[in-house]
């Protein structure tokens, strides 16, 4: 029994136990727990206001908890300074782009390698030994995410003249070239017509199989969520209300009421 249980947390990548933030008399996040496992694309849906985003922030460190602990593998990613983040594993893309409009894609992505090769970086600036290497191997993870995205054609091009969907994916680019264990996409089908929401939704299958890479996953977009997510998590005013694989989120009276009200939970 005991090696199960062990078997059972070492499967888990993210942990996030007791989660709660308040900000002055508002509960943002009200005792939030539940686990990411390693592998899977892992849903966070609930209705506007709900803590989702408050949630990512905290993840991102952008917030700090109130109350409670997260822990990414054997880190407590909730005592871990802000500027640590990405080093320690964790990539985001965020619901409004967070691009450097007046730079090339290439220049975009590289800046994702930051996080591994920063030192690299000031070696090369001051012309140290060993900074080519450094440099080489930064290169080459910005071009391996380029063309894993489908990007290659647009890598010289200035993001701001690109296309709203392409610039998602130059976003989502320079995430995966900090080679992240964890995935953190923010709402990526905002924003995106039909063709686009179908296109990501293979990608983030393709993200998730090729490159065995956890993801957890905000969204709106239901049929996206219910498509791509192994299991589901539903908050709604700062607390949990769900927890389960989709069909069985779907189907939750909770859930239903949250986004339909009492009628429609009744029905």
């Keep these: 029994m005991t090696m ?6 070492d499967d888990v990548l993210l942990r996030v136990e007791n989660v709660s933030v308040r900000f002055g008399g508002i509960v943002a996040l009200d005792g939030v727990s539940f686990d990411v496992r390693r592998g899977e694309v892992r849903g966070l849906i609930g209705p506007n206001g709900a803590g989702k985003s408050t949630l990512f922030n905290c993840l991102s460190r ?28 964790v990539g985001r893309t965020f619901q409004n782009l967070a691009l450097f409009r007046t730079m090339t894609v290439r220049e975009n992505v590289l800046v994702g390698t930051h996080a591994h090769h920063h030192v690299g970086f000031l070696k090369d600036a001051l012309g140290f030994p060993g900074a080519g290497r450094a440099a080489r191997e930064a290169r080459e993870k910005a071009e391996h995410a380029i063309d894993f995205m489908g990007l290659a054609p ?17 976003e989502l680019a320079r995430a995966l070239a900090t080679e ?20 990501l939704g293979d990608l983030i299958l393709d993200i998730q199989q090729r490159l065995q890479m956890t993801v957890l996953l905000v ?25 389960g694989t989709p069909e069985e989120v779907r189907n939750h009276p909770d859930v239903i009421r949250a986004y339909l009200g009492d009628e429609g939970a009744s029905t």
């Design 62 to 89: 952008l917030y700090q908890c109130d109350n409670g602990a997260i822990h990414l593998g054997d880190t407590v990613l909730s005592q871990q300074p802000r500027h640590r983040i990405a080093a320690l594993g």
């Design 180 to 199: 992240p264990s964890l995935l953190l996409l923010d709402e990526p089908a905002c924003g995106l017509n039909h063709e686009e929401l179908v296109g």
């Design 154 to 170: 647009f890598a010289d091009k200035v993001v701001a003249d690109l296309p709203f969907g392409t610039q998602k994916r130059v």
């Design 219 to 243: 969204e709106h977009h239901m049929s996206l969520v219910m498509r791509v997510c192994q299991r589901i998590v539903a908050l709604n005013f700062g607390r949990k209300i769900a927890d």
């Design 4 to 9: 199960q249980n062990e078997n059972t947390r």
